[in-house]
């Protein structure tokens, strides 16, 4: 509760590289989030050369006012919320923003204060390091370059939408100077979103602020080739000290249609608020938690009435649909029998617009067996599925007008958020929950809840 705090004890079982923690009510993650690297066991065979060093670079957006404040301002008029004034790196957004204490792009080159205005990673001639890359952006995807220099994804969470990480090698190979990182949006639709550029700097030792650093060439901002090429590339390592078990036969099939559409507003413009929905279904937050009510057989909170498919087939991707924009409104969620296999198809609409959407599923990791543009076909579709090494983690990108498929194994009891990593798209309802089921035995089922937990 506000003005007291509390210890979680919990245990890191088979999870190793770069996580993160955030706020998780409302906006608030927009400052309150940091980095969570889990390092291996001593004496852990490595996939990878060992990097010389190591450097956590944390993507952020910025508001010069009470960001609260901006949501309820969005919220009373039925609209999107003001976008960001600023993206940020480690805190800092970089010399090509006004808050900048150098005024004067020449006078921030001429003499940089990186501890005021940058923050920079200092490297050696000939050494190699390890980027811990997470996306705290609440809203955008992120194209992430450094000038003059390749990167070498070695570990994912993922790639990079909101919430996702991922550990890229560089070596500092290069004439020593110094090289700005710039991080900049992706969006492939004609949605407005916060397309400054945040810089940093990759600065070698010795070498004196007064050198200009050199620009790197990001992609376009609607560069959808290479966002989808990039993506498709990346492969789980499937060897024996690092397996991909992926389920080969699955137990429960659903299909997820996402869209966004409207609900009724008395106090809003047009007096009607933007919503957003699975299955048509926006989601209504509990008064009371949700594993609470699961674990205590609390009546009324939750119907597990879900559905596996939308209510009705269309053509998600086809002509944009404005009319009938008005959804189902309630706290649905999913039951899932303990220790199943389930296959997840998250299918966007055109429904008013076709966008970019970042899953997570809370609870588990899964593996990204197949992504895909336009309709997804259960006919076609899964023969060109890889069930052999696909990328495995927990945020997965359904890409504009197109499909995502993941596989998991449902081994983990409890009530488990599925959501919209866009902060935008879960406040207006893109989200449901998955009520995976207690297996036999006591080691199998949801643990009761601490004796000192504080009640809300």
Known sequence: MTGNSYVYDFNITGQRGTLWWHAYILWLRATVYGALVILPKQATPSPFPRPDGEQVIVFGEWWHVDVEEVVKQGNAL??????SDAHTINGKPGPLFPCSEKHDLLEFFLDLDP????????????KKYLLRIVNAAL???????????????????????????????????QAPGRYFMEVRPFQDVPIPVDNKTATTIFQYKNIPTTVIPTLPHLPLPNDTAFALSYNNKLR??????????????????????????KSVCSTCINCTRLSASLNNITFVMPKTGL????????????????????????NYTGAPLTANLFTTKGTRLSKIAF????????????????????????GFNFFVVGTGIGNFDPA?????????APPERNIVGAPTGGWAAIRFRA??????????????????????????EDGSGKDLAVCPPPKDLPSC
Not at 115 to 126: H, I, L, P
Not at 237 to 248: I, K, S
Not at 250 to 260: A, E, K, M, N, S
């Open 380 to 388: 076609k579709d899964p023969a060109k599925y890889n069930l052999v």
């Open 411 to 436: 081994d983990n009891p409890g009530v488990w958020f599925f959501h919209c990593h866009l902060e935008l798209h879960t406040g207006w309802g893109l989200k449901t929950a998955f009520v995976v």
């Open 78 to 83: 039925g609209l999107p919320p003001n976008m």
């Open 115 to 126: 501890v005021t205005d940058t923050f920079a990673m200092e490297v050696e001639q000939g």
């Open 139 to 173: 809203n955008d995807e992120l194209f992430f370059a450094i000038a003059g220099h390749n990167m070498t994804v070695v570990e994912i969470e993922a790639g990079i939408a909101p919430g996702q990480t991922t550990n890229v090698l560089v070596s500092a190979n």
């Open 236 to 261: 789980s390592l499937n060897t024996p000290n690092f397996p991909a078990n992926v389920p080969l036969k699955v137990d429960r099939h659903l299909l997820f249609t996402i869209g966004l559409g």
């Open 339 to 362: 220790n199943s296999t389930v296959e997840l198809v998250i299918q966007d609409t055109n429904v008013l617009s076709v966008e970019s959407h970042p899953f997570h599923l809370h």
């Open 291 to 314: 594993l609470q009510a699961h674990y205590f057989n609390v009546k009324g909170v939750f119907n597990t009435d879900f559905p596996d498919k939308p209510p009705k087939a269309f």
